[in-house]
């Protein structure tokens, strides 16, 4: 279960806080996602919480456990799947998994092993001795998550996982999300693509400018708001029509 | 540990992947040993075997005049050209066509000789053996000036020795003629040797080392230890460029939120880039003693020295990375990093000595060196390669090189720690 109590951030040099005195629960087992215009905190929220940046104020736990006192147990625990590919370009995809992996503490034939398991599964086995800059970004993005699920971890984290991705590779890195999730691992995942989060997730959270502005289940949300036909009208109707750019 | 293997056995591939970069890792500073040598020795050789043309106004046409141009045609490292008239060897020297003109002032030879003469006869008279010379005679004798004209692009240190040379010459030809007035004053018999007139003190060179096994110092015992460690010191500029990559492909990122601690992460690149360091090393190495003498350079003295040159190598090495590895943890982009990385690189070899040495640099710049450990690298293989020590000499310069190398490193985590403080 992650706890998360009056979580806030605020970057250098930008006046506005990112991330305001959120408070979250995140039930084990859950596929939960976070919904939100860009420059919402949707990608704030989850660096946090996967330890990449250091939040300004409040607290939060992932299984009990904290960075402060449990660093490496917690992250032995967790997956982050990142928004940009995080691979080495010039090594093989086995090559990859196979470092990424034993920085987990995975090794030898049971790590070569579950490498081979998941890029048969993501459809990517007669490939597993390419250079990754030979792939294309759906490949690079099926890698990506393979890399972050090696060690089974209890709460996965997808920032984006599906953007730039053709139809197919999406539906295969959601149908092997949906299997881990089967398998206990809890799914936090941030999205633009909002028909894919009402069908994927158990629940979903809209954030904008720092703080939930609801949450629940997406047909929870729909029915809650009666002019709403679908998440992206709860989603619209919520935030605005305004266009969010930001530079 | 199995974490260390794997970030090794990643850092080598990502190397070998990189065949054009791993080609100029070990290509360039072979290229550059070999070229800084080969112009080194060019200048150590040019006293014997590079003749150097200089121009000679010759207005005495004496005997002081053709001493002179015995001694620089005796030299060997000169060819003289004679000109008739000195605004033409101005010239010629001022435009760059000559590094130097000699001109001779007339009547050297004989003003050299009354003048000698004169202080003899003066000598001579305080011990009532001759008439007093009268005041006036002295007085009457013009200073004479030797004229050198160097071309302005002519480096001071080439000047200097062209100047002392000459001054030394000119000392020699005044002694002699002293020598001469006094016989004359004493003898008649012009074939009667009363004076000897051979130098009574020469000095002798020792080089240290064994007796059978004396180190002569040479363009190549000075070059190879200099430029190698320069070489060393560059590979700062790769391993911060490799760091800053991983940055910016976002694997420094994930490795961040994985169990695995900054220092395993730099300890996979500290062996890695030590290995390629101690490579280039033994290349160097092999450069000097086998491809130097095909070049007709002198061959690279090693004998012995083996262990102990990898020994000086691999704690020149550690500091290095160490540096590449503060670099590579602070710098944010390649844009950084490469050209600060040379230019500090740079910087460090001039401060150790690579360059000038040490000992003619202003006190301050030399206790700025101190601090170079470009200069604790050099002093250990100068050590090893020309003061023939033992390992016990150069522990001082291994200790400071080690202590370097662990706190650019602990530096490296502290800032990695505190900037990434959860």
């Known amino acids: 279960m992650i706890q998360i109590s009056h979580l806030s951030k605020k970057y250098k040099n930008n006046a506005e806080y990112s991330v305001v005195d959120l408070d979250l629960k995140i039930d084990q087992g859950e596929i939960f996602g976070l919904l939100g215009p860009n420059g919402a905190g949707k990608t704030t929220l989850i660096s946090m919480l996967s330890s990449l940046i250091k939040p300004t104020s409040g607290n939060f736990s992932i299984n009990g456990l904290t960075f402060q006192k449990n660093a490496n147990q917690l992250k032995q625990s967790i997956g982050i799947v990142p928004q940009e590919y995080a691979l080495y370009p010039t090594l093989t995809a086995f090559e990859n998994l196979y470092y990424l992996g034993s920085m987990y503490g995975l090794n030898g034939k049971q790590l070569k092993e579950k490498i081979h398991f998941h890029l048969d599964v993501l459809g990517l086995k007669k490939f597993s001795n390419k250079k990754l800059d030979t792939f294309s970004g759906g490949m690079k993005r099926r890698v990506n998550l393979i890399a972050s699920i090696l060690h089974n971890p209890k709460v996965l984290f997808l920032d984006e996982p599906t953007v730039g991705v053709d139809v197919q590779s999406k539906n295969v890195i959601i149908e092997h999300l949906k299997k881990l999730n089967a398998q206990g691992t809890t799914i936090i995942y941030t999205s633009h693509h909002l028909n894919e989060a009402e069908q994927f997730c158990t629940k979903v959270a809209i954030i904008d400018h720092g703080r939930i502005i609801t949450e629940g289940a997406p047909k929870e949300l729909i029915s809650k708001y009666p002019e709403s036909h679908n998440l992206e009208d709860v989603f619209l109707t919520l935030t605005g029509k305004a266009l969010r750019d930001h530079a | ?422």
């Open chain 2, 1 to 422: 540990m199995h974490k260390l293997w794997a970030s090794i056995y990643k850092e080598v591939l990502l190397l070998s992947r990189d065949i054009g970069g791993l080609a100029i890792l070990f290509v360039m500073p072979l290229v550059l040993v070999v070229t800084i040598t080969l112009i080194q020795d060019s200048t150590f050789r040019s006293i014997n075997d590079n003749k150097i043309p200089i121009l000679w106004v010759d207005n005495d046409k004496g005997e002081v005049s053709k001493s002179i141009y015995d001694g620089l045609a005796a030299s060997k490292s000169f060819t003289i050209i004679d000109k008739e008239s000195d605004s033409e060897a101005k010239d010629l020297v001022f435009k760059g066509k000559y590094q130097l003109a000699i001109v001779i002032p007339p009547h050297l030879s004989s003003g050299l000789e009354k003048k000698v003469a004169l202080n003899v006869e003066g000598l001579l008279s305080k011990f009532g053996l001759e008439e007093e010379t009268p005041q006036s005679e002295k007085t009457d004798l013009e200073k004479k000036e030797v004229v050198l004209y160097f071309d302005p692009a002519t480096q001071i240190a080439f000047k200097n020795s062209i100047k002392n040379g000459i001054d030394k010459m000119i000392f020699k030809i005044e002694t002699q003629t002293i020598y001469k007035a006094f016989q004359s004053q004493i003898t008649d018999d012009e074939t009667e040797a009363i004076f000897d007139t051979e130098s009574f003190i020469t000095f002798k060179e020792i080089s240290p080392g064994t007796d059978e096994n004396e180190i002569i110092p040479n363009s190549v015992q000075h070059n190879v230890p200099a430029w190698t460690l320069f070489a060393i010191f560059f590979i700062i500029v790769p391993l911060s460029i490799n760091m800053v990559k991983e940055k910016s492909q976002g694997t420094f990122v994930r490795l961040r939120t994985n169990p695995v601690s900054y220092l395993t992460v730099l300890g996979g690149k500290t062996v890695v880039y030590l290995t390629v360091c101690l490579i280039q090393f033994g290349l160097m190495l092999g450069i000097g003693v086998y491809f130097f003498p095909i070049l007709g350079l002198p061959s690279l003295e090693v004998s012995g020295k083996i262990p102990l040159l990898f020994l000086v190598a691999i704690f020149a090495g550690l500091a290095a990375i160490g540096l590449g590895l503060l670099l590579g943890t602070v710098a944010k982009t390649q844009e950084q990093s490469a050209p600060f990385g040379a230019t500090f690189v740079v910087i460090l070899a001039a401060l150790g000595g690579v360059w000038v040495p040490v000992f003619i640099m202003p006190k301050f710049m030399q206790a700025l060196s101190n601090l170079s450990p470009m200069n604790w690298g050099l002093n250990a293989f100068y050590d090893v390669f020309l003061r023939n020590v033992g390992i016990m000499d150069v522990i001082p310069e291994l200790a400071l090189l080690f202590l370097f190398f662990i706190v650019t490193t602990a530096i490296s985590i502290a800032y990695n720690e505190r900037k990434n403080a959860i």
